[in-house]
C-alpha cells in the first residue's frame, strides 16, 4: 500500500552532476526518516545519506561534501544531489522510507532502484 519510486539516475562523465529524486505515497501518516542507499556490482548494499526527521543525520565518508540529501516534507519527497561524480559512485541507487501507517505500526519501504553509472 505504500509505494516509494526513485528517478533521476543516468549515465554520466567523471566529473558531472546527477539529481535523483524518491517519492512516497500510500497509507503514510507521517514519515520518520528517509535514506538513500546504494549497491555496486558484486557488493553488498551500503548507506549513502539518511534524514531523520527531516534533518540530515549522516553520510557516508567517501561521498561527504559531494552529495547532499535534502527532503521535501509537503511532498513526501527525498532528493540526493550528487557533484563530481566518480566510477566510483556507479551503482543502483535505492530509496529507503520509515513511516508510520494508519494501524500506528512503523514499517519501512524500498522503491526499485535507479541505475546511475559513471565512465569516461
Known amino acids: 500500500q505504500v509505494q516509494v519510486v526513485e528517478s533521476g539516475g543516468d549515465l554520466v562523465q567523471p566529473g558531472e552532476s546527477l539529481r535523483l529524486s524518491c517519492v512516497a505515497s500510500?497509507?503514510?501518516?507521517?514519515?520518520?526518516?528517509m535514506g538513500w542507499y546504494r549497491q555496486a556490482p558484486g557488493a553488498q548494499r551500503e548507506l549513502v545519506a539518511l534524514?531523520?526527521?527531516?534533518?540530515?543525520?549522516k553520510y557516508a565518508d567517501d561521498v561527504k561534501g559531494r552529495f547532499t540529501a535534502s527532503r521535501d516534507v509537503a511532498k513526501n519527497t527525498l532528493f540526493l544531489q550528487m557533484n563530481n561524480l566518480k566510477p566510483e559512485d556507479t551503482a543502483v541507487y535505492y530509496c529507503?522510507?520509515?513511516?508510520?501507517?494508519?494501524?500506528?505500526?512503523?514499517?519501512?519501504?524500498w522503491g526499485q532502484g535507479t541505475q546511475v553509472a559513471v565512465s569516461s
Open positions: 529507503n522510507v520509515r513511516f508510520r501507517d494508519y494501524t500506528g505500526s512503523i514499517s519501512s519501504a
Open positions: 500510500g497509507s503514510i501518516v507521517n514519515i520518520n526518516a
Open positions: 534524514l531523520i526527521s527531516g534533518v540530515s543525520a
